[in-house]
């Protein structure tokens, strides 16, 4: 380590930043968030910069610079975009002895700018010592996506009830104490945005003087897995993952979203083939709740969003009926990611103004009846479970008198290694769909556009 990372006290400190543009005024906005004294050296500073001295948060210091400019500085930003001035800027800081960091000059450096992940009071740095900006900031995506935006309230309202936990709490339970506070409920409700809640259950802890039992801990989560591709998981379920105790998962999961799990998550497979599920959905309904009733924080992982033909409320239900607390995250579903496949819209003004998201298959495994009837003027209609119905989907949309031309698009496995595309029309998706092997899962998107004219729908002259 040629560089060695500290965490400075900022309150009341004097940080110089010698500049008044862009440079200077990136470095001002990362100041701006500590307590630090703000003292802006430059002839003339841009509107945001003046803005900053207008408002009272920083001190514009005009006239000659010399080194008593920087004397007693925690810290000088040297940016005022001129590599000479620069240089310059920086040997009279460095006379009056302050840590220098001068804007792309790695070499007259003193200090690097670290990337930083911000959750006041929680703030993780990363640095590469000036050699590989770009990483840092490819790590600091990482680790941003690790940290819920509420972390650091969490983290504050912890230690505002450090005081009453050592008072409180006998110092054996201490350490059990913290733990289930930052991985067990409170943190959880506070993550979900319950903070009243999370404070509530945190006090009556320390009131009863220490953590509860870990039997009583139990929860189950309902988790969109979005339609593949691990990266369009949200945030929300990347924790989940990262906190679960057992995932149960189903074969519309893409395995690069389980590699986002804990390490030691124990993953149960419980689904083989769309529609023929290897386990009964009571099963399923089952081993959560008992796995929950054990104290496990349950993830039940499901492909696309879990509200949309995913069984949800069976689950919902058995965890409620059990005393389960449980919570669904959504996810992107199929329909979505079909049409960004596409490079298309699934509304268009003027064009379609409804979507409606239908399933071809019903619970009887037939062709569900009327589905022709969904496809008005004005819809975009998006056909999930449709692969093997396309025979019946195409002789309905046709019965009920939509033209040939009417767009028809197909997508399979859509944001995965797999995915197919097909633009067609109804005269021809059937055969394209057989020419290109289409399997499960593929989304069929019909288009029935609002503003066609007349003779192009002879539904509505029929009507
Ligand atoms: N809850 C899921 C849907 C489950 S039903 C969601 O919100 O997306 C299963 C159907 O979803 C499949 O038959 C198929 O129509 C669709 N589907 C799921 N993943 C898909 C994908 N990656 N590409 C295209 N269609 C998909």
């Known amino acids: 380590m040629k560089t060695f990372p500290m965490f400075l006290k ?22 701006c968030r500590t307590e630090a004294h703000l003292a802006l050296v430059a002839p003339a500073l841009d509107d945001e910069l003046a803005a900053l001295v207008d408002s009272g948060r920083a001190e514009h210091v005009t006239g000659p610079v010399t080194s008593g400019t920087f004397r007693g500085a925690a810290l000088v930003f040297v940016a005022s975009g001129c590599p000479a001035l620069d240089a310059a800027l920086h040997a009279l800081a460095t006379a009056a002895g302050a840590p220098v960091n001068v804007v792309d000059r790695p070499d007259l450096c003193d ?18 010592e000036g ?3 770009v990483l840092a900031r490819q790590i600091k ?23 009453a936990v050592e008072r409180q709490v006998p ?7 913290w733990r289930w506070a930052f991985d067990g409920a409170p943190r959880q409700l506070h993550q979900r945005g319950a903070e009243r809640e999370a404070a509530r259950r945190l006090k009556e802890a320390i009131a009863a003087g220490g953590a509860p039992d870990a039997a009583t801990e139990g929860s189950i989560a309902l988790v969109g897995a979005g339609p593949g591709a691990a990266d369009l998981l949200t945030l929300r379920a990347v924790r989940h993952l990262q906190e679960a105790d057992v995932i149960f998962y189903d074969r519309l999961v893409d395995p690069g979203v389980l590699e986002l799990a804990r390490r030691d998550a124990e993953r149960v497979f419980v689904g083989k083939a769309v529609g023929a599920s290897a386990w009964p959905q009571d099963r399923i309904c089952e081993v959560i709740v008992s796995a929950a009733r054990r104290g496990r924080r349950v993830v039940r992982l499901k492909g696309g969003d879990p509200g949309i033909f995913g069984r949800a409320e069976e689950e919902l239900a058995a965890a409620r009926a059990a005393g389960i607390a449980v919570e669904i995250v959504p996810g992107v579903t199929a329909a979505s990611a079909s049409a960004a496949a596409l490079g298309r819209s699934l509304t268009e003004r003027n064009v379609t103004d409804r979507v409606v998201f239908a ?14 009837d969904l496809a008005r003027p004005g819809t975009s209609l998006a056909l999930y479970m449709a692969v093997r119905q396309v025979p019946a989907i195409a002789a309905g949309l046709r019965a009920q008198g939509l033209p040939g031309e009417t767009p028809v698009d197909v997508v399979a496995a859509a944001t995965t290694g797999a995915e197919r595309r097909i633009r067609s029309t109804l005269d021809r998706f059937t055969a394209a769909m057989d020419a290109a092997g289409i399997a499960s899962p593929a989304v069929i998107l019909v288009t029935v556009p609002k503003a066609a004219p007349a003779a192009a729908l002879p539904l509505r002259r029929s009507a």
Do not use: C, H, N, W
């Not at 200090?111 to 590469?128: L, N």
């Not at 110092?171 to 104490?177: K, L």
């Open 10 to 31: 900022m309150d009341g400190r004097r940080v110089v930043i010698a500049g008044g543009g862009e440079q200077a005024a990136q470095k001002a906005r990362l100041l």
């Open 111 to 128: 200090a690097f700018t670290p990337s930083i992940v911000d959750r006041d009071p929680v703030v993780v740095a990363i640095g590469t």
């Open 131 to 133: 050699a590989a900006p």
């Open 141 to 163: 995506t990482r680790v941003e996506t690790m940290l819920d935006p509420r972390l650091g309230g969490f983290a504050a309202l912890a230690g505002r009830l450090r005081g």
């Open 171 to 177: 110092r054996e339970g201490r350490r059990a104490f």
């Open 359 to 372: 399933t071809a298959t019903g619970a009887d495994g037939q062709v569900v009846a009327g589905l022709a």
